[in-house]
């Protein structure tokens, strides 16, 4: 499980580190790519053990994702991630059904 992991989160950080094309925003392609990447990476972690504990390898994309809607000033989204990244920093946060 622990090789799936690393492999996942090799892929979210080749897209997340890529260059940016001339215009300086990120593709829709990479976002999407980089939160389709996040939700495999978020299935590899047991809910039953996770739960209350810190997943630092899950901060990263959704911080890369804050960034591209900034970018975008796509604000709901923006705040969106910006609670997963506290959730993964273990912060206690109100959890919405609708947005997992």
């Not at 392609?29 to 996770?50: F, G, H, Q």
């Not at 899950?58 to 969106?80: D, E, F, M, S």
Request: glycine letters at 4%; proline letters at 8%; charged letters at 35%.
């Amino acid at each position: 499980m622990l090789e799936k992991r690393k492999e996942a989160l090799a892929a979210v950080e080749k897209v997340c580190n890529s260059k940016l094309p001339s215009k300086g925003l990120i593709p829709d392609v990479s976002i999407r790519t980089v939160d389709r990447l996040a939700k495999a990476l978020e299935d590899l972690y047991e809910p039953e053990v996770y739960d209350d504990l810190p997943r630092l390898t899950l901060i990263y994309p959704p911080n890369c994702l804050v960034g591209a809607h900034r970018q975008r000033k796509n604000r709901p989204k923006v705040i969106r991630y910006g609670i997963k990244v506290l959730r993964n920093y273990d912060f206690k946060t109100p959890a919405n059904e609708s947005e997992d």
